[in-house]
Nanobody, 128 residues
Framework: QIEVVEFGGGSAQEGGSIRLSCRVSGLNFGTYAMGWFRQAPGKEREGVAIISRNGATASSDSVKGRFTISQDVAKNMMFLQMNNLKPEGTAQYYC??????????????????????WGQGTQVNVSS
């Protein structure tokens, strides 16, 4: 049984930092692309940052330079370090795994449609 669980959401003031963690079990972690996504009320789910099967990373323009994605394959863990948070970053954040083709470029993997396995989400609130 595949399980995806996020940790670490919470509240921060504008300019602050939060680190999210994701633990995955039931799949061969190193053979999946992994991603962080977020969804604010009334908005579509959007890709935040991903790590492809070969370790390439990509992030959305809105978080570039502020958010960093990383993973520990040995521990089946993925992380999202979010710095210089902005109020528009308030959303439910999701971790997800994708078995899609390794031919898909990293930036293309920001599309949430490629992901089959999802966590329950963790809320991040950023106040101004």
């Amino acid at each position: 049984q595949i399980e995806v669980v996020e940790f670490g959401g919470g509240s921060a003031q504008e300019g602050g930092s939060i680190r999210l963690s994701c633990r995955v079990s039931g799949l061969n972690f190193g053979t999946y692309a992994m991603g962080w996504f977020r969804q604010a009320p009334g908005k579509e789910r959007e890709g935040v940052a991903i790590i492809s099967r070969n370790g390439a990373t990509a992030s959305s323009d809105s978080v570039k330079g502020r958010f960093t994605i990383s993973q520990d394959v040995a521990k089946n863990m993925m992380f999202l370090q979010m710095n210089n948070l902005k109020p528009e970053g308030t959303a439910q954040y999701y971790c997800a795994a994708s078995s899609s083709s390794s031919l898909i470029p990293a930036y293309g993997l920001l599309d949430f449609h490629y992901y089959s396995y999802w966590g329950q989400g963790t809320q991040v609130n950023v106040s101004s």
